[in-house]
């Protein structure tokens, strides 16, 4: 357990830093006041940083020296666009628990190497892959990372985990077929790629009925054409497809793929897709996350760890999870209800939090980092 009197001491200092952080929420890819409060922070207590990923920062306390494994802890950034910028998705607590947990290691002079990886554009895509591409897990090298998100309807004081799939893969896509436009009272003359469309439809929606485990593919829109007298010379369909299994995903993937070569052949139509930010399903290390359970159950009490239940949502903490990275991936949920607060839905206008899952993040990090090196 890490120093609870050190942790009561930070812990208004943190709710501060909170506050000032969701006075200041940015959108994905934009987080340079953001970027700012934290280096600004980091400064004050002479923890080591670097910009990386444009508004992004990596953070290391230790000396690598002392050790041959490198645990980091990743928080997300960007705000959502509502009312300009917001944090309705809590990412504010995440950086505010990241930092709380540097901030609490550095004052007890922490020997061994922790990275604090801060990672922009979660919202729209695109941040981890731009950490991980621009070496933030590398030099030194990160044996495991832990990410976390704030989880309503789950009270403060606890946490949720599984060594399973904890969130689904995205595969937005956008379909475009085009054919050749002209006058309605001559369709001889054009090919109308709307054909094609639905045709793509009617034969993604029998592939469905055909398709076992547990997924989510749903066409979102079919468009094409403004008059009733002509005829488009483009149509475009577009849905989205969700798993916990990358079979399925493939599978899903190929099938679309494929059909669009199909239908375009048939109806004699040029067809491509478009994949907006795809991510895969968020699949931790099972021996990692094991441990990381035993130890929050040792800390916190069984009754404030719980199963967490997979869902259709996406998180882009995925990407470190990846098997070829040699990374082990850990990744739990935050409670935050406590009263009204926290009982809205992450992305809600009405989202809110209890600021006493903060001291609960930052002693549960700062503790499991302790030992982790033991």
């Not at 952080?21 to 006041?33: D, V, W």
């Not at 980091?72 to 947990?101: E, I, K, Q």
């Not at 922490?110 to 070496?135: N, S």
């Not at 949720?160 to 904890?166: K, L």
Request: proline fraction near 4%; aromatic fraction near 10%.
């Amino acid at each position: 357990m890490c120093n609870l009197t050190l942790t009561n001491k930070l812990n208004e200092k943190l709710i501060d830093i909170r506050k000032e952080l969701n006075k200041n929420a940015e959108l994905s890819f934009n987080e340079f006041k953001t970027q700012k409060i934290l280096s600004r922070i980091l400064s004050e207590y002479n923890i080591d940083h670097k910009f990386i990923g444009g508004t992004g920062i990596v953070a290391t306390i230790g000396d690598i020296s002392n050790d041959s494994k490198v645990i980091a802890v990743r928080a997300d950034m960007d705000a959502l666009p509502v009312n300009g910028a917001s944090h309705l998705c809590g990412h504010d607590y995440h950086m505010t628990v990241a930092l709380g947990t540097a901030l609490l290691l550095k004052e007890t002079n922490f020997q061994h190497p922790v990275k604090f990886l801060f990672q922009p554009g979660e919202e729209c895509g695109g941040g981890a892959v731009k950490l991980i591409e621009e070496g933030a897990l590398k030099g030194p090298d990160v044996d495991t990372i832990i990410g976390f998100h704030v989880w309503p309807n789950v009270p403060v004081g606890s946490i949720e985990i599984t060594a399973e799939a904890s969130m689904a893969s995205v595969d937005d896509f956008f379909i475009d077929f085009k054919g050749v436009g002209g006058h309605a009272a001559t369709p001889e003359r054009c090919i109308n790629p709307i054909y094609a469309s639905i045709d793509f439809i009617e034969k993604i929606e029998k592939f469905k009925k055909s398709l076992q485990g547990k997924y989510v593919l749903t066409i979102g829109g079919i468009g094409g054409g403004e008059r009733a007298n002509i005829i488009s010379e483009n149509s475009r369909v577009f849905g989205t497809f969700r798993t916990f299994d990358n079979e399925i995903r493939n599978k899903i993937k190929n099938f679309i793929e494929t059909t669009i070569s199909e239908v375009s052949k048939i109806h004699n139509v040029d067809g491509k897709i478009t994949y907006d930010y795809p991510y895969p399903p968020l699949i931790p290390n099972k021996i990692a996350t094991e441990k990381f359970k035993n130890f929050a159950i040792k800390l916190l009490g069984e009754d404030k760890v719980s199963h967490a239940i997979p869902t259709y949502a996406a998180e882009d903490f995925s990407y470190f999870c990846d098997e070829s990275l040699g990374v082990k991936g850990v990744h739990f949920r935050l409670g935050i209800e406590e009263d009204t607060k926290g009982t809205y839905p992450l992305h809600s206008p009405n989202f809110s939090a209890s600021d006493k899952c903060i001291k609960t993040g930052v002693n549960l990090l700062a503790s499991y980092l302790t030992s982790f090196y033991k």
